[in-house]
């Protein structure tokens, strides 16, 4: 129970002291406070709570008094008793008989109950219970900087006293605590964590816990963003674009256009804000697109969404050109290369070459040939009779080297050994050679030989012709001849065929 201690300053004449003591008693336990107050004071008590009033006499003259009684004014709490000296008297005001805002005091009177000395007036007030309620919902998530508001209810009389401290993560940036609940002016990330509401009057004290949580009281807008953009990337090639952004909570992030996103969230060294990383893939950029336009949005809900837009460059090797093959010549060939329908935004340079002997497969590079306009023509010499090439040509812009065109082309000679079985005889003492479906690789025919003789002789006769069959007359009948046959074109004759002999 709390105890109220009120001693009455005035000494009577005959060194007799009257001392008043008021002790509240409550109906449930309560801790114990001692206040000493004087008279005419004040003094508070819950209600439900009896007021005892403690009246002791102290007699220095060795006189000896009647009785000590307890009035109160306007209330019928009266109390009279005979004394002994040195003790004293107690009187009790139940609560029923309490009255708000009623005075008490304590009267001495001697045996013929004569008044000797009497106290002041205490007044008694009745008070309420403190009520200290703080919900652990409600408020809205505020980014640093902001003002925070954590609302309680603080009830009580007389009105309490509020007080707050902070009993975790210690911070220099107490909040203000009204019975209205704590106010932030400008609430930071380090705020946060629990504390401890005190509401205290002089009937008791109360306490009630309060927590400050991220991602519930404090928010962080989209912030800290980074944003890598590899440039310029190459045509049919695969590249991420990595964008870095913290945020509580975790911001959400968006791309415009978008590709395959990989999404990533981990908690920064704080333990408390979340740094998400957003990876956009972009897959085999085709040759056809020289930029992209992209834009990545931040947000989380908390201040302003963070927006970032940028060009992705593209540049890229050019497409193969396209290949003709205008002349062929017994030891050359000429082409005509026509540029790539697709520069990759960079203009040609010039291009690369290579000739592979298609039998042997010897590859020889050509010395790079300049462009020249949208055809560039050049021979290519040195080149082996009647023999096939894989002519390959691929252009070079300032990025790189691109695909390679390729074309077969056989450079000109003289004709093809001549078949023999060809030849035969007609009956009459005639040989006819035929020369049809004979490849004359590009040179134009001039003449064609037959080369005859008695079998088992050594000396050769040749009949010649521009035209195709030859015909050998004025032979012996019934006689074996040996025959073998040529062609010659303008880059010179073939090599005779296999011998064969005809009757």
């Known amino acids: 129970p709390q105890s109220y201690d009120m001693r009455a300053a005035s000494i009577w004449a005959f060194f007799v002291a009257l001392i008043i003591g008021v002790e509240v008693k409550g109906a449930t336990t309560r801790e114990k406070a001692i206040v000493t107050a004087n008279v005419n004071d004040i003094i508070w008590a819950l209600s439900g709570d009896a007021v005892v009033l403690n009246c002791t006499h102290r007699n220095t003259s060795g006189a000896v008094w009647s009785q000590i009684a307890a009035d109160g004014k306007g209330s019928t709490a009266q109390g009279t008793t005979n004394i002994v ?61 902001q003002r925070l508001e954590k609302p309680c209810k603080i009830s009580g009389l007389p009105q309490p006293n509020v007080t707050v401290t902070k009993t975790s993560r210690p911070s220099s940036n107490l909040p203000t605590a009204t019975s209205s609940g704590l106010t932030f002016s400008a609430v930071a990330l380090e705020d946060r964590g629990a504390y401890q509401i005190t509401a205290k009057n002089v009937l008791e004290t109360v306490d009630a816990d309060v927590m400050v949580k991220p991602e519930i009281d404090i928010c962080l807008p989209p912030s800290d963003t980074d944003l890598v953009v590899p440039d310029p990337i190459g045509c049919f090639t695969s590249t991420f674009i990595n964008y870095t952004v913290k945020g509580i909570p975790a911001p959400t992030v968006t791309w415009n256009p978008l590709f395959s996103n990989r999404f990533f969230v981990v908690k920064d060294s704080d333990g ?68 790539p329908a697709f520069d990759g935004g960079n203009a040609v340079l010039f291009y690369l070459i290579n000739v592979t002997n298609s039998i042997t497969l010897d590859t020889e590079p050509i010395p790079p040939r300049n462009r020249t306009g949208q055809v560039t023509t050049f021979p290519i010499g040195n080149r082996s009779p009647n023999t096939s090439y894989i002519v390959s040509v691929a252009a070079v812009n300032r990025v790189g080297v691109g695909p390679a065109v390729s074309t077969s082309v056989t450079t000109k000679g003289k004709p093809d050994q001549p078949d023999p079985e060809n030849v035969h005889s007609d009956g009459c003492a005639e040989i006819i050679a035929d ?69």
């Open 85 to 145: 000296p040195n003790f004293g008297a107690t009187f009790t005001i139940t609560a029923s008989q309490l009255v708000n805002g009623f005075s008490y005091k304590c009267r001495l009177r001697d045996f013929q109950d004569n008044l000797v000395f009497e106290s002041g007036w205490i007044k008694v007030l009745l008070g309420d219970k403190i009520n200290v309620t703080c919900p652990s919902n409600g408020t809205v998530c505020k980014a640093a900087g």
């Open 272 to 339: 408390i804000t979340s740094v998400v990383t957003s990876a956009l893939e972009i897959r085999e950029v085709q040759r056809n697109y020289s930029s992209f336009q992209f834009c990545v949005n931040a947000t989380n809900g908390i201040g302003f969404p963070s927006k970032e837009c940028f060009r992705l460059n593209i540049t890229c090797a050019p497409s193969a050109p396209s290949l003709g093959v205008i002349a062929r010549g017994n030891t050359s060939v000429t082409l005509n290369i026509t540029e």
């Open 435 to 503: 020369f049809e479906g004979l490849d004359d690789n590009g040179g134009e025919m001039t003449e064609y030989h037959v080369f005859y003789k008695i079998d088992g002789e050594d000396s050769w006769m040749t009949q010649s012709g521009k035209e195709s069959p030859v015909t050998v007359t004025g032979l012996q009948e019934k006689t074996t001849y040996s025959i073998q046959i040529q062609a010659e074109n303008e880059y010179g004759k073939s090599e005779r065929s296999n011998e064969v002999t005809v009757n």
